[in-house]
Each structure stands twice: as C-alpha cells, then as structure tokens.
C-alpha cells in the first residue's frame, strides 16, 4: 500500500526531528491536497530545519529562497539574458522551477516581489516576458515566517494568505525533547539524512488514491455547519470562503488517508480544520494566529459532531 511509505517516513522524521506526527501529517496532506503550506514560529524552533528534512524525504527537485528586503521578482521567476552569439534572448529559470521549494523568512520579502512568487503558487506557471513557463508537477511551497512584532517583516496580506492552504506552528519543545535535542545535536551539523523516500510516482499516485477517499454526507454538513457558524458569529469581520471550504474537505481527505482509512471521519475536520482556516479568518478585535486558532477551534468545539456510517478499512 502506498499509504505505508508516507507512514514509514513519517515514523522516521519523528525520529529525529521532534514534533508531533500529527504536525507531520498535516504537512503531507498539505502536499497531498495540492496545496503549500506556510509555517509561523519565532526564530529558533526549527522551521527551517523542518522544512528542509521534510524535501530531504521526497526524492525530487528542491530549492530554496532566502527572504531578504532586497529580493527582486525576477530573483524568484527568472529572466530572459541576451545572448550575443544567438543575437536571441536565453531563458534562466529561477529558483520556483522545482518540485519542493523552501522559501525561509517570506514576510522580509518586500510586496512587489512577494506577489511574483504568490501568483506563480495559485497558477503553477510563470509568464516572463510574454511566455508562459509551466511548473514541474508537484509543486509543493514550504514558507517560513517570523510572527509580525518582530522587526523587518513584510505583513502578507489576506488575498495572499488565502493562497496557502493551511498555516501551522511548530510550538517550543517539550523539556524532555530539550534533552533529546541536547543529546543527539549539542556537536552535530545537523546533517539529517531520511534513508526512507518518496519518489515522484509515489506522490501521483497517492494524489489518486485521496481522490478516492469517501466523505459521507453527514461529515460535509458537519463542515458546513462550521462554516455556516463562523459567518453568523458576531466577532467575525471576514468569514473564510468556499474555496477554504472545498480545501478544508480535501485535507480531511488526505490527512484519513495517511491515517490508512478510505473515508474521512469527524476527527480527520478536527485534526486539520484549525490550520486550513485560522490564518483566512478575520476578527474584530484581535488577529494573533494564536489567538485565531484558539477561535476556530472554540467554533468547530460548538457544532455538534456527527454520527457517521464508517466503511470498513481495506
């Protein structure tokens, strides 16, 4: 079963890199939504690491942009070069020519620049000089960011939040993952090598596999009831939309699959809901990620839970 290499590279990632496999998991059924993923955490934690561990398990392309305020468009896309023995303009490809690309610290990208890079995330094509380029499949983005108090950040704006299909932080480890990462990193080069892959086939035909997986009835007015909540709630100032919705059954989806179901149940919305919806919602008063998230699971804790006719496992 292909379910099982996303298993064991799940297992082996837990294994030196200490964070919940649910964390984990909501990652790959990130990747497995067709989606990418944005990570949010103080300088420190991990983010990077993480993000590059998680490439190093998926045997394809990968690279890497670093956020920096001097950061131009073409950086990210590309640019066509004059080539004065052809008399023709050459096309070099930027870095988001690739299947897993990493871009560390997105919100010290100034605007201009950060739009070049989220438009290329929604079409998965890049248009350079009246020619469009189309991205390798998959094409899976991993941004980092630091929270916005912290100084020399770039806020992204909601239309480019609503581009990544879910938001995650990584929290600070526990005392007793203090002593592990003590133990096994205090004189490594945190050189971390995953001997379990994942290769290119893997991933397309997963991509098939959580096509298949059933959701009943029950479990869409179940997200629905959420949603329908969420708008009507008087602390909203901006309700997520129907593409969140149609993104939030698709995780639900993957995350049952990396699970070794078929069918998604209420706990598959309660494990990835919060991620896919706390960064597209807007609040009155307050809009803290921390405290979003915090809001949205306060909402979906409301909605009663389904009872649901679960199909037997294969």
């Not at 560390?104 to 890079?117: C, F, G, M, T, V």
Request: aromatic content about 10%; proline content about 6%; overall charge neutral.
């Amino acid at each position: 079963m292909i379910y099982n290499k996303f298993k064991d590279v799940i297992e082996e990632i837990s294994s030196i890199f200490f964070t919940s496999k649910n964390i984990l998991k909501l990652i790959f059924s990130c990747l497995l939504s067709k989606g990418h993923l944005l990570i949010e955490d103080v300088p420190g934690v991990g983010k990077t690491t993480l993000s590059k561990i998680i490439a190093t398990s998926l045997d394809l392309t990968f690279k890497r942009i670093q956020g920096s305020p001097d950061l131009l468009a073409t950086d990210i896309t590309g640019l066509s070069i004059y080539n004065p023995k052809t008399m023709e303009f050459d096309f070099k490809p930027g870095p988001v020519f690739t299947n897993i690309l990493l871009v560390d610290e997105i919100n010290r990208i100034p605007p201009k620049s950060q739009s070049a890079l989220l438009e290329v995330m929604e079409e998965r094509q890049a248009t350079i000089d009246g020619k469009t380029y189309i991205l390798p499949i998959p094409f899976f983005v991993i941004a980092t960011e630091n929270p916005l108090e912290l100084a020399g950040a770039y806020p992204l704006i909601e239309a480019q939040l609503d581009r990544f299909l879910m938001k995650i932080n990584l929290g600070y480890p526990s005392k007793q993952e203090l002593f592990k990462i003590v133990d096994l990193y205090l004189w490594s080069n945190s050189n971390y090598s995953i001997q379990r892959k994942i290769n290119k086939d893997d991933i397309l035909q997963a991509f098939e596999e959580v096509k298949k997986i059933y959701i009943e009835q029950n479990i869409v007015d179940y997200v629905i009831n959420i949603f329908d909540l969420l708008h009507n709630d008087n602390r909203v100032y901006l309700p997520p939309s129907p593409r969140a919705l149609l993104h939030s059954l698709r995780v639900a989806g993957s995350f049952a699959f990396l699970e070794g179901r078929d069918y998604v149940i209420p706990d598959d919305i309660k494990n990835t809901l919060p991620f896919v919806l706390a960064h597209r919602v807007i609040l009155k008063d307050y809009n803290k990620y921390s405290d979003l998230l915090r809001f949205v699971i306060e909402v979906i804790n409301k909605v009663n839970v389904p009872i649901v006719n679960n199909k037997i496992i294969k």
